[in-house]
Each structure stands twice: as C-alpha cells, then as structure tokens.
C-alpha cells in the first residue's frame, strides 16, 4: 500500500511530530509512505516526493511542517477563477500510485478531506490548529503551544504593567473561537479576557480597569482577534466580513486602546501576538500528542479504516467521522469549566 501525507491550512507546532509518528510505523510495517507539498496544492500541482525513516528522523521537536502548507488550496475551488481542479488531483494520485491519504490540518483541511472521501478516496484526518476549534476533538496539537506563548507573554507584561501602573493588553490569534484567549489569559493570570462568544462592553471594561487602578493599579487584558464590542463589527486586517475570499482577523487589540484611553486616566498599551503562536518548537504536551495522533492513524491506515478523524476525547484518541467534522467549527460553549473557574478567580469578560 502507498499512503500519502499532507499538511493543510496555517502552519502550527507539531505538525513535523505527526509525519514522523505516522511514517515511521508504516514504513517499519513495509508500507510506502509519499508527502505531498503545500497542502492540497501539491495534489493538483503533482509535487510529491517521498517520506521514509530518514526523512523524519530528528523531527519531533521542529516546528513548521517540512513538506510546506497552503491555507487556502482548495482543489474543488482553485485558481482565481475558483474552478474545480479535483480531477487533476486524483490524477495525480491514480499515476502515483497512492492509495489512500492522511490529511493533518484544521477545519479547511477537514472539509476538502471529505469531499475526496465523497469521490472515493480512502482519506484519514488528524486535527491541527492552535485554535482548538475543531468539533469533536477536545485538544488539537499546537493549540498547547500557542497557550504557552500567550502566558509567557502575560507574565512579561505584567512586569510593565506593574512598573508603570498601566493597562496592557494582549491580542490573541483563534479566529471565532475564544480558546487561546481564554486558557492563554488563564494561564498568564488576565484581569479581562475578551471572547469571540460573549461581545463585551467597552464602558464595563473601563469600568475594570478604573477599578483595578485604584487597587492594585495596573490591569492585564488578553483579547482573541475574534472578539467584538456588542453590536459592533469583528475588526479586520484584510478582506473581511462578506469578501469574497476568507478574512484576515486582527487589530481589535489596537481598536480596544483607542476606545479605552479616553475612560482612563491610566496608559494602555497593545501587544499583538500574531504568528509568535504559531512558531517555533511544540510543547512536550503538543509533542505527545502529536506523536499518539500520529501512531493512532498509521493503525487505521494499517486497518483499513478511513474516512474518520482520529480525535482526543477525555484521555481516549477515538474516531470521528469526517462527514461529522466537515464544515463546522467549535466555540467555547458557555458554562465550560474553564470559563466559570476564570469568573470565579475574579476575571472579568466585559
Ligand atoms: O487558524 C490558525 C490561525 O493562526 C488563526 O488563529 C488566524 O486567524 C489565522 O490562522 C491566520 O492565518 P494567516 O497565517 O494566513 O494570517
């Protein structure tokens, strides 16, 4: 059997575990293993090249993905024209010999996967993104790593904030989802933590800050790119709501400074995170995990079984149909355990 490995949607720590944790059991098994470059790209593109032990070898710790990404490859829509370019993808897998194909990579990734499942291609997922909003699955690898940056980060304002008696915020990636924002801000003991899934109230989060200056004089927000004041817009870099193609999100840290100020007499200041989160080498939590995501699919190509995204639930890697996972998101359900353990330490959400 040639199976065949890509890594789709935005880079992200722990993707370079995964190819090793997948190629190495398969090739010990005598299987052929091929990367494809630069996502579904590469499909349609036909650049593919091959995977074995040597190729993976010192890979665990190496953030990126060694075989590129495209976050917006879309074979069924590609080009500037957004014609549908899936049969010169499985063009490319009928001349290579591939017979089936693990996809890594977010929801985007997810949602191709099971159109070329719908076309009879035996496909496997396995969920990145340092988002964690992928349905179904509890924990995405990278998602650990990303947090670990925005504590960090946290920790080292606090020290401004403290010295100078401001209010420093913190702009977090995630898209629609509030997760890094709010287990970041967690982790990196956040005054305010603004989501995507509860729209804040600017004078409520003046109110805080006023509040927290008197005692004990300095205030830490964390806010996820997504965030949005109620009835306001989400704030856009590029693109944005209603274009034809995906917005970039990002500047609403900026745009909460400028609406602060003037309600304060404290300074505020913005830090924008952006692709910090997403570099550099996995967390020995992401490390693991990519490494059981990893061995967990190679058993499944070995058993034949596709059309699924292996996925962590609880302490358990289980399987969870593509058709279940395709097209949807995961937000932060209100009343989650983190959520009320942030309230009830006194973290405010606008
Ligand atoms: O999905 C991962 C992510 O990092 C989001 O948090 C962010 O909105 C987006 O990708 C940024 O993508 P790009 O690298 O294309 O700007």
């Known amino acids: 059997m040639h199976v065949g490995v890509l890594t789709g949607g935005g880079d992200c720590p722990g993707l370079n575990a995964v190819l090793r944790a997948v190629t190495l059991p398969l090739v010990t098994a005598g299987l052929r293993v091929s990367g494809v470059e630069r996502g579904f790209a590469g499909l349609v593109e036909d650049r593919v090249r091959p995977l074995d032990a040597r190729a993976v070898a010192g890979l665990l710790a190496v953030g990126g993905t060694i075989l590129g990404t495209h976050n917006r490859a879309d074979p069924f829509h590609w080009g500037d024209d957004g014609h549908d370019a899936s049969a010169r993808a499985l063009d490319t897998l009928r001349r290579r010999g591939i017979d089936a194909l693990v996809a890594i990579g977010g929801d985007g990734t997810m949602t191709i996967a099971r159109r070329f499942e719908a076309l009879g291609v ?4 396995v969920p990145k993104t340092i988002d964690n909003d992928i349905v179904g699955n509890d924990r995405s690898f990278g998602f650990d790593s990303a947090v670990a940056v925005v504590s960090d980060a946290l920790d ?11 209010v420093m915020i913190v702009e977090t990636m995630g898209r629609d989802a509030g997760w890094i924002a709010l287990e970041g801000g967690l982790a990196g003991g956040a005054d305010v933590i603004l989501l995507p899934e509860q729209p804040f109230d600017v004078d409520a989060v003046a109110a805080v800050c006023r509040a927290r200056a008197a005692d004990p004089g300095w205030t830490l927000v964390a806010v996820a790119e997504g965030a949005h004041p109620a009835g306001g817009p989400r704030v856009w870099q590029a693109d944005g709501e209603g274009a034809s193609t995906p917005g970039r999100l990002g500047g609403i840290g900026h745009w909460l400074q400028d609406a602060l100020q003037p309600r304060l007499d404290a300074e505020v200041r913005v ?15 992401d490390r693991v ?3 059981r995501f990893g061995v967990e699919a190679a058993l499944r190509v070995r058993a034949g079984r596709f059309g699924v995204m292996v996925a962590l639930q609880g302490r358990d890697v289980v ?3 593509l058709a279940d996972v395709a097209g949807r998101t995961r937000p932060v359900p209100a009343g989650h355990p983190l959520w009320e353990a942030a309230r009830a330490t006194g973290v405010a959400f606008g």
């Open 319 to 321: 399987d969870v149909a």
């Open 122 to 125: 035996p496909v496997l997922g």
């Open 271 to 285: 830090t924008l995170l952006g692709h910090l989160q997403r570099g550099g080498s996995p967390t020995a939590f």
């Open 156 to 166: 080292r304002l606090a020290t401004t904030a403290r010295s100078h008696g401001r």
């Open 289 to 291: 995990l990519s490494t």
